[in-house]
């Protein structure tokens, strides 16, 4: 048995662990390079305005649902802790890791709102909203994105190559668009897209 995509080059062995391990390796190399050249400048300005936002005084919030909201944490633990060099903790919260709030708020206002009513409570005009989306934008996505406008905040959305909203419903000021539908390599690209970020965030803050 063969496993094939859309590339009639693509075909490898489905059953030998081997060559399966590699063929996901050229896969993940082979988006990076394509993310490379349409990635670079939308990340490098959205490490500007992070880096504008702090030196304002102001700070990250963060969010995404299933393994996105790990890589909201993810950022948040780069932030506050640090990335490849020490420095002073940077402000970042994941409105993702409070498992009694979202709940809570889920349970009062609904599902669409856990996001939403956390950039209501800790957004403020000058900050910015890092919103991360694999398989589409969800409606808590959509309506954080909403609330951070209404905060008078920047919006900066890491996305899919698939997600295609309906106007306004991704009102970002910086989308960062994975050229995939594959929501595995969007995920490891979306990895890969956080390291970028904190490392230009670190050079701009310290100096190389």
Do not use: W
Not at 64 to 92: E, H, V
Not at 109 to 124: C, I, P, S, T
């Amino acid at each position: 048995m063969r496993h094939c995509d859309s590339r009639p080059d693509s075909c490898v062995p489905f059953v030998d662990p081997i060559e399966r391990v590699k063929y996901r390796f050229e896969q993940n190399a082979q988006l990076s390079l394509r993310a490379a050249a349409s990635q670079a400048a939308p990340i490098a300005a959205a490490a500007e305005a992070i880096v504008g936002s702090l030196m304002g005084g102001g700070k990250v919030l963060s969010c995404g649902n299933g393994c996105s909201a790990a890589d909201a944490d993810y950022f948040t633990a780069q932030m506050q802790n640090r990335f490849d060099r020490q420095r002073p903790g940077l402000p970042a919260i994941s409105l993702c890791g409070d498992a009694t709030l979202l709940t809570a708020i889920a349970a009062d206002e609904g599902f669409e709102h856990v996001f939403a009513k956390q950039v209501n409570a800790l957004g403020h005009p000058g900050d910015i909203l890092l919103t991360l989306c694999a398989g589409g934008s969800a409606p808590n996505i959509r309506f954080a994105i909403r609330q951070a406008r209404e905060r008078q905040m920047k919006v900066v959305s890491l996305a899919g190559g698939g997600d295609h909203d309906a106007p306004g419903d991704n009102d970002c000021d910086i989308e960062i668009a994975t050229p995939s539908d594959d929501v595995t390599r969007i995920l490891e690209n979306h990895r890969s897209v956080v390291h970028c970020l904190c490392d230009l965030i670190d050079l701009q803050l310290m100096g190389g």
